[in-house]
């Protein structure tokens, strides 16, 4: 028997392509802003869409390139990736002290803004603004329920639900908040450890993803604007004055943003398709694997991304959404399914008993840092993916009330992410109950004096230990590399749009510009993974997530402007 002990808690034991010469002669046209009638990767045509582009006698027929938001940020992003390459030791010492300094000193920014975010969502969900519908008032929504969930979960949450799930409770297992007030490695620790796991992943982290949503949806399908960028919905928190500079920099803030917390999600799920490879073929770990996973990430994404919207990201989205309910599944039922359900309902009991406290403390005047280390670094890291978010679920929510992407975004994916960690980190724990060999292996070593816990390869002794491991196996790395994938093209798909001129809505940016971006992230993703080390994927959030933060109140106090008019016309 697999996870055995019943629903005891005991845990004492604890497509077409233009020639080469061709797309670069169209590409420097473009960059100068000629518009050209062609066919090819410039036009919307490689893409069947549920919205049909129709273009008037007036719209261009093809995508223009954005030189001020597209240079400028290539620019800054190849030479702050070759500076981390050129002097990494040096690089990784500021690293560590930026880090520091914005989660102690400034961490209680970062926790007061994310229960802002779930406050006033609450508000405007449940006031008249709720019923606003993104479109026409008798506009249908573009997508299925279940493909529009799915592009929007596989999109923000990728392979770390699979990495988090299994690893994250861990940590807090050995070491427990100082709220609790609780022994290590005791049965009211693997409470809170579930508990934290839940709160980190749950509606007060979606809802940073719902919050930048509803102002780019607003501007993008009731104001209709013909670009799609977060810098639009922002408009009247700028001064007229300065529109055009500082709309400029909220973009280029933006795809800075994207990338490196694109960056620190490869970061994470790399090693751990490493890891599992590894385990399935025999191959060393270490920086050559890697490189090569990377390499067939970046294939599959480019692939997808120059499907298009429907015929790549949404095909992947709902392959992934059906492999993970299948694994979700079959490990619930292999495992003992009374213990994953007991253990989650305390957990959850524990979180909302103590959901303010846990939102609000920083652990001022105490040695312990677990705040600063812990809440501070994932809600950094989802306000870095917020805005692209933001951008990529309006896209997808045409015809939807702002209401149901409240309910759909913050509600739906923290219970998604409940459920998956449920059965995937309570699975584990109860594998440490029963001294599952590899486990407790993992789990000694993190103990150690100066040890630290593989996680990577705690995800290969968790599915060792499942029945069928290496049918297993198999699924979940499919799954993990599609869950990566999709991710990556959603913010290629994203970036591009964010730096094309004259944009419809329902349009799709040419796919030139699409697989640029699409090579751009993994190299930044390279050159991250080569520094190493936690600290660098979490100061890469921390950098990108501190400016966000001001952008994402800017939408916000924009979109009050816009909505108090809507009501007044």
């Known amino acids: 028997m697999v996870c055995t002990g019943g629903s005891s808690r005991r845990l004492r034991r604890l497509p077409d392509q233009s020639p080469l010469i061709n797309v670069c002669a169209q590409f420097l046209q473009i960059t100068c802003g000629i518009p050209m009638n062609m066919e090819g990767p410039f036009t919307d045509s490689d893409d069947s869409s549920h919205h049909t582009i129709v273009k008037g006698p007036n719209e261009p027929s093809v995508i223009l390139l954005d030189a001020q938001v597209f240079w400028p940020a290539l620019i800054v992003l190849l030479g702050v990736t070759g500076l981390l390459l050129t002097f990494p030791e040096a690089s990784l010492k500021h690293m560590q002290s930026v880090h520091h300094y914005l989660t102690h000193d400034l961490g209680w920014l970062f926790l007061g803004a994310v229960f802002f975010a779930l406050v006033w969502l609450g508000w405007l969900s449940t006031s008249r603004y709720g019923a606003i519908r993104l479109g026409p008032q008798n506009a249908e929504p573009a997508y299925s329920d279940i493909s529009w969930f799915g592009m929007l979960f596989c999109a923000g949450i990728g392979s770390n639900l699979l990495y988090f799930g299994t690893t994250e409770w861990f940590g807090y297992y050995l070491s427990p908040p100082p709220l609790a007030g609780v022994e290590p490695e005791s049965l009211r620790a693997a409470d809170w450890a579930g508990a934290y796991s839940f709160f980190h992943w749950g509606i007060s982290a979606w809802a940073v993803y719902a919050l930048a949503t509803i102002p780019i949806a607003y501007v993008l399908h009731v104001k209709q604007t013909n670009t799609l960028r977060v810098s639009a919905a922002c408009e009247h928190s700028l001064p007229e004055a300065f529109k055009p500079a500082l709309s400029q920099i909220i973009d280029v803030l933006f795809i800075f943003g994207l990338v490196g917390g694109v960056g620190t999600s490869l970061g994470v799920g790399v090693p751990m398709l490493s890891a ?219 970036l591009a749009a964010t730096a094309s001129k004259n944009l419809p809505s329902d349009g799709q940016p040419p796919r030139w510009h699409r697989l640029v971006w699409a090579f751009v992230l993994a190299g930044v993703a390279l050159s991250l993974m080569f520094l190493g080390g936690l600290t660098v994927l979490q100061t890469a959030s921390l950098l990108v997530g501190f400016p966000l933060l001001f952008v994402m109140f800017a939408m916000l106090r924009s979109l009050m402007v816009d909505l108090r008019q809507h009501h007044t016309e």
């Open 276 to 494: 599992v490879a590894s385990d399935l073929f025999s191959v060393e770990r270490g920086m050559a694997l890697d490189t090569a996973i990377l390499v067939a990430l970046t294939a599959l994404f480019s692939y997808s991304v120059s499907a298009g919207l429907d015929k790549g990201i949404k095909l992947l989205s709902d392959i992934n959404v059906g492999l993970a309910i299948v694994l979700l599944l079959f490990v619930a039922l292999a495992g003992p399914t009374g213990f994953i359900m007991n253990q989650a309902a305390d957990s959850l009991g524990l979180m909302l008993q103590h959901f303010i406290e846990m939102s609000l403390t920083m652990d001022a005047g105490s040695d312990n840092s677990f705040a600063a280390n812990n809440t501070v670094f994932f809600w950094a890291w989802w306000l870095a993916w917020a805005p692209f978010m933001g951008l990529f679920i309006a896209r997808i929510s045409y015809g939807r009330t702002i209401r149901q992407v409240v309910i759909g975004c913050a509600i739906g994916g923290g219970a998604a992410c409940w459920l998956g960690f449920s059965v995937l980190g309570h699975s584990t724990m109860a594998m440490v109950a029963n001294e599952a060999p590899g486990i407790t292996a993992q789990l000694a070593a993190a103990k150690a004096a100066g040890g630290s816990l593989d996680a990577p390869q705690v995800v290969v002794e968790f599915l060792n230990y499942l029945p069928m491991p290496t049918v297993v196996s198999v699924v979940f790395f499919i799954l993990s590399f599609i869950f990566v994938a999709t991710s990556l093209d959603s913010a290629a798909f994203t």
